[in-house]
């Protein structure tokens, strides 16, 4: 199923003589031309990958942008209506707490798969050159959409039928820290809600648990981590969530006891969350570092090329990597 764009518009955040963030507004919404869809298509797939991602849902105490959201629903605001009310709300925002944060606004109401999407971005407009037909050089302008520092997407169906969720709002952090992350909270009326990096280190907890609850061997435990990380790894480059009821068919079962009953009884997992990418190295490897020292290998070494000694606190390797031997050798 393709992308639908509802509506779509864009304004300007800019930064005046004395310093101050000044905003102009379209009127009109923008057709949804080709060129549009390609960048609308380009914007979905890079928010969808992009990772660190926080979850949140309406603060109760600050109703602010969640009237503005119902009345955009209800229809007593157009949808250009409620963009130039909403970037209104951010330019306050942004001048209350002196930050200077410029650059395009977009405001896009569209379908995915049979959901409903209110997506808000803070787009930085570059400057560059370009070579014409004629071969001439010339200044031209461009949409920073890999560096997408600022957006925010409402799950408008998540909303209408699970207003009890704390998911339904999704933002990527500010560059600048919490200071930012917490002027897009406020503008959004929002609080963080489910939180993906827990989410990860609970289900590897999960994971070895459950590897040692069905008394597997160490080969079987290996094999059973590789194949998550395998499943985890797929889902986040087609930008899905992880679904704990797939992982638990991918992993298989016995007479007694599947993955998702056994995390249903021990864990507080969501059914279905984006899984960091971070976290994934902990499924396969071995990983630590402090006093100087980083070390990182495949957990299937352990035993083999690599011995541990806990009397000792001793780690021993035979068949040093050749990159590393040729430093130390020329040491």
Same mark, same amino acid.
């Given at each position: 199923?393709?992308?639908?764009?509802?509506?779509?518009?864009?304004?300007s955040?800019?930064?005046?003589?004395?310093?101050?963030?000044? =905003?102009?507004?379209? !009127? @009109?919404?923008?057709?949804?031309?080709?060129?549009? &869809?390609? *960048?609308m298509?380009?914007l979905?797939? %890079?928010?969808?990958?992009?990772?660190g991602?926080?979850?949140?849902?309406?603060?109760?105490?600050?109703?602010?942008?969640?009237?503005?959201?119902?009345?955009?629903?209800d229809?007593s605001?157009?949808?250009?209506?409620?963009?130039?009310l909403?970037?209104?709300?951010?330019?306050?925002?942004?001048?209350? =707490?002196?930050?200077? !944060? @410029?650059?395009?606004?977009?405001?896009?109401?569209? &379908?995915? *798969?049979?959901a409903?999407?209110?997506? %808000?971005?803070l787009?930085?407009?570059?400057?560059?050159?370009?070579?014409?037909?004629?071969?001439?050089?010339?200044?031209a302008?461009?949409?920073?959409?890999?560096?997408?520092?600022l957006?925010?997407?409402?799950?408008?169906?998540?909303l209408?039928?699970?207003?009890?969720?704390?998911?339904?709002?999704s933002?990527?952090?500010?560059?600048?820290g919490?200071k930012?992350?917490?002027?897009f909270?406020n503008?959004?009326?929002?609080?963080?809600g489910m939180?993906?990096k827990a989410?990860?280190?609970?289900?590897?907890?999960?994971?070895?648990?459950?590897?040692e609850?069905?008394?597997?061997?160490?080969?079987e435990?290996?094999a059973?981590?590789?194949?998550?990380?395998?499943y985890?790894?797929?889902?986040?480059?087609?930008?899905e969530e992880?679904?704990?009821r797939?992982?638990?068919?991918?992993?298989?079962?016995?007479?007694?006891?599947?993955?998702?009953?056994?995390?249903?009884?021990?864990y507080?997992?969501?059914?279905k969350?984006?899984?960091?990418?971070s976290a994934?190295k902990g499924?396969?490897?071995?990983?630590?570092?402090?006093?100087?020292?980083?070390?990182s290998?495949e957990q299937?070494?352990?035993?083999?090329?690599?011995?541990?000694?806990?009397?000792?606190?001793?780690?021993?390797?035979?068949?040093?990597?050749?990159?590393?031997?040729?430093?130390?050798?020329?040491?």
């Amino acid at each position: 199923m393709s992308l639908v764009i509802e509506h779509i518009i864009v304004h300007s955040l800019f930064g005046d003589e004395q310093g101050r963030v000044q =905003l102009a507004t379209r !009127e @009109q919404e923008l057709s949804a031309n080709p060129a549009v &869809q390609q *960048l609308m298509a380009e914007l979905h797939h %890079i928010y969808n990958t992009k990772a660190g991602k926080v979850f949140g849902y309406f603060n109760e105490e600050e109703t602010g942008f969640r009237d503005l959201v119902r009345r955009m629903q209800d229809q007593s605001l157009t949808f250009a209506g409620f963009s130039h009310l909403a970037a209104e709300r951010l330019l306050a925002e942004l001048n209350r =707490l002196e930050m200077s !944060e @410029q650059g395009v606004l977009l405001f896009v109401r569209y &379908q995915w *798969l049979g959901a409903d999407y209110l997506l %808000i971005a803070l787009l930085d407009n570059k400057d560059s050159v370009t070579v014409t037909e004629k071969l001439e050089v010339s200044q031209a302008s461009y949409l920073d959409l890999g560096k997408m520092q600022l957006a925010a997407r409402l799950d408008l169906t998540e909303l209408q039928t699970r207003s009890e969720s704390r998911r339904y709002f999704s933002f990527i952090k500010g560059r600048a820290g919490r200071k930012v992350s917490d002027f897009f909270l406020n503008f959004l009326s929002c609080v963080e809600g489910m939180d993906p990096k827990a989410q990860s280190q609970g289900l590897l907890k999960a994971v070895d648990e459950y590897c040692e609850a069905r008394q597997l061997s160490g080969e079987e435990k290996l094999a059973s981590k590789a194949q998550v990380h395998k499943y985890c790894r797929e889902q986040l480059n087609q930008g899905e969530e992880l679904e704990l009821r797939e992982l638990s068919a991918e992993l298989g079962t016995d007479d007694d006891l599947d993955f998702y009953q056994f995390v249903s009884e021990e864990y507080q997992l969501e059914d279905k969350f984006p899984v960091e990418r971070s976290a994934l190295k902990g499924l396969t490897k071995f990983v630590g570092s402090g006093g100087g020292l980083t070390i990182s290998f495949e957990q299937k070494l352990l035993g083999e090329r690599i011995q541990y000694d806990a009397a000792t606190d001793t780690l021993t390797i035979k068949g040093v990597p050749p990159n590393l031997k040729s430093q130390l050798v020329g040491k």
